[in-house]
């Protein structure tokens, strides 16, 4: 029998002076965008249940055509939300989930202020 599945984690994204660098010098041309924090109500949640995690992202400010939900390495679910609005921001967000999590059939639905994605469990 397998041991139990490790819980899902939220990895921590970079810290601002991490993404932009204390030297302007060095900065990339795209570093001025990445560098714009994201709205200070944004947050994410992680809801377990015996058949499916659900992720609850709350992204005020953001549009559906800015929000981009990639699989990595067949563990990592990588959610990106950006605004190019003057209020808007990055917001960028990785989970690290265990072997039972199915990345490929992780659906999503945006409500405009809320992001909910369900990952079902194998």
């Not at 990895?11 to 200070?40: I, K, M, N, V």
């Not at 490929?104 to 945006?110: G, H, I, K, L, S």
């Amino acid at each position: 029998s397998y041991p139990a599945p490790e819980a899902p984690v939220i990895l921590t994204p970079p810290t601002q002076a991490e993404r932009c660098g204390e030297d302007a010098d060095r900065r990339a041309p795209y570093d001025s965008f990445l560098c714009h924090a994201p709205p200070p109500d944004t947050w994410i949640a992680v809801e377990t249940s015996p058949s499916e995690y659900r992720l609850v992202v709350r992204l005020p400010g953001f549009r559906r055509d800015g929000i981009t939900i990639s699989t990595r390495r067949r563990r990592i679910l990588h959610v990106v939300a950006d605004s190019w609005e003057p209020e808007g921001g990055h917001f960028e967000r990785r989970v690290l989930f265990g072997y039972d999590a199915d990345l490929a059939q992780v659906r999503a639905e945006f409500d405009g202020q809320i992001l909910r994605i369900i990952v079902p469990r194998r």
